[in-house]
């Protein structure tokens, strides 16, 4: 099964208060942190898979490898919205992406290509479990502005959906024909690396098959999702799905 790509545009403007989670500052700060590292880091991900598509014969793969580059990068441009929400409030988001950016720009300068993509299978599978926790534990965004429940939930939701499918970072490297063992051994700074390859590693247990399957009702039933999709209907089309 191939990941559903949902371009949606959620409604992140002046409207929102900015203690946004309940009027609670440390959390809300704690996201709004967050949001930073997602749109460099996002297309640093999508580049990284890209980078092995001339190896991929599988037309199944590439469509999953299209299908995540395109959910990737609408997370990206939302997050983007959001992150210029908040410099609007005062924080310096510029200098604070940059940082994010010379330092994914830095690994993208010296390491091989597979130590990338080890890189990318490493963070997707830790936001996949922030993530899953986020899906799991409904009291974290509660009392938060629903804007920014749907925008964290859905991403949250997204991650997990591409952790489902049938490990696509083992096949994708498989497509290289390289044994898994070696790919994570190129990158030497995260030697627990070739775990993350394996197969084996869980790719989403029984509870979170039902977490996704209770957001996908809300998906479809809570008004907030049906007006981020029609408002990204409305939108200038921005999003770039890589092809
Ligand atoms: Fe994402
Ligand atoms: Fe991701």
Redesign the pocket.
């Given at each position: 099964m191939t990941p559903t790509v949902r371009n949606l545009r959620f409604k992140i403007d002046g409207t929102l208060p900015k203690h946004w989670h309940g009027g609670r500052r440390s959390v809300t700060i704690f996201l709004d942190n967050l949001s930073v590292f997602f749109p460099a880091g996002?297309r640093f991900?999508a580049k990284a898979v890209r980078a092995h598509q001339s190896f991929m014969k599988d037309e199944q793969l590439m469509k999953e490898v299209r299908a995540f580059c395109g959910?990737?990068g609408v997370?990206g441009r939302e997050h983007e919205r959001m992150n210029e929400m908040v410099r609007r409030q005062g924080y310096p988001i510029e200098a604070m992406e940059k940082r994010v950016e010379a330092i994914l720009d830095r690994v993208s300068k010296r390491s091989p290509e597979l130590a990338q993509l080890g890189v990318t299978c490493a963070l997707?599978h830790f936001?996949?479990l922030m993530g899953e926790m986020l899906l799991g534990s409904a009291g974290l965004l509660e009392g938060a502005h629903p804007a920014m429940v749907a925008l964290w939930r859905w991403h949250a939701a997204?991650?997990n959906e591409?952790r489902r499918h049938p490990p696509l970072r083992a096949r994708v490297v498989r497509a290289r024909e390289v044994p898994l063992h070696r790919a994570g051994r190129d990158v030497t700074a995260l030697p627990a690396l070739p775990r993350i390859f394996s197969p084996e590693l869980p790719p989403v247990g029984h509870h979170c098959a039902a977490l996704l399957e209770s957001w996908r009702r809300e998906f479809d039933e809570a008004p907030v999702y049906v007006r981020s999709a029609a408002a990204a209907r409305t939108a200038p089309r921005e999003l770039a799905v890589a092809s």
């Open positions: 996002e991900f959910q990737e997370h997707e936001t996949a997204e991650e591409v």
